[in-house]
């Protein structure tokens, strides 16, 4: 079957920690995106990218970093910069940038910091 | 800048009640209008969209939404919810001048409760 697979689905980390989020899909889409989801806060932009070996920050990207270098993965890392960083992370994929082209998520992975 | 509000956090609702979840956003350009629904623990799929021509749009579960540019407005409609339709439900928005190279701005969220 075709979709987005976030891997793990809970994911505990120490204070101090580095903590690498996998995202994977098969669907041959070009852009993949990062949100983080927080109760009552909607969904924040992390980093995108719309094209192999090249991404953008998003609205939020202070404390985390990304790569793509294959077209069907974009792991995030929860560095020990991101101050805040208990989540619930969401990967996202579309056949191009932009918004014309419908989105399709992953069932997400919920970050804790004990 | 673009924003979204959704005023409503918690919206219960009898079974096979009417319901609307309202989203009213402000942009200084065009934008395009997105309804996305999370079931419990999982990611989002798109429920419908407003990119142009006919202010009114429907999903294929019965939900429908109307685009009103005077009062900024997307609310979302179901004339008669089911028990399955219990989710979060998020309105989203991007503007039109950047062509495919747009970004959703999220709404905080309605969480809809079907009660029997």
């Known amino acids: 079957d075709g979709g987005i697979t976030q891997s793990p689905k809970y994911l505990f980390r120490k204070e101090g920690q580095n903590v690498t989020l996998s995202c994977e899909q098969n669907l041959n889409h070009d852009a993949m995106y990062w949100y983080r989801q927080d109760p009552g806060q909607g969904l924040r932009l992390i980093y995108y990218s719309q094209i192999v070996n090249d991404f953008q920050k998003g609205d939020i990207a202070e404390g985390y970093s990304v790569s793509r270098e294959k077209k069907e993965s974009f792991p995030l890392t929860v560095t020990s910069a991101q101050k805040n960083p208990t989540a619930f992370y969401l990967c996202?994929?579309?056949?191009?940038?932009?918004?014309?082209?419908?989105?399709?998520f992953g069932q997400g992975t919920r970050l804790t910091v004990v | 800048a673009q924003s979204v509000t959704q005023l409503d956090s918690q919206v219960p609702v009898f079974e096979e009640a009417p319901v609307e979840l309202r989203c009213n956003y402000s942009s200084s350009v065009s934008v395009y209008l997105f309804w996305y629904v999370q079931y419990p623990n999982q990611g989002l799929q798109l429920l419908l969209k407003?990119?142009?021509?006919?202010?009114l749009v429907e999903s294929i579960n019965g939900f429908e939404a109307e685009f009103n540019k005077s009062q900024t407005s997307f609310h979302l409609r179901k004339p008669s919810v089911h028990i399955s339709d219990t989710a979060e439900y998020f309105c989203?928005?991007?503007?039109?001048?950047?062509?495919?190279?747009?970004?959703?701005?999220f709404g905080t969220g309605t969480r809809l409760t079907i009660i029997p």
């Open positions: 996202a994929s579309s056949i191009t940038g932009g918004t014309l082209a419908e989105a399709f």
């Open positions: 989203a928005v991007s503007d039109r001048a950047n062509f495919g190279n747009e970004k959703l701005t």
């Open positions: 407003y990119l142009s021509g006919s202010t």
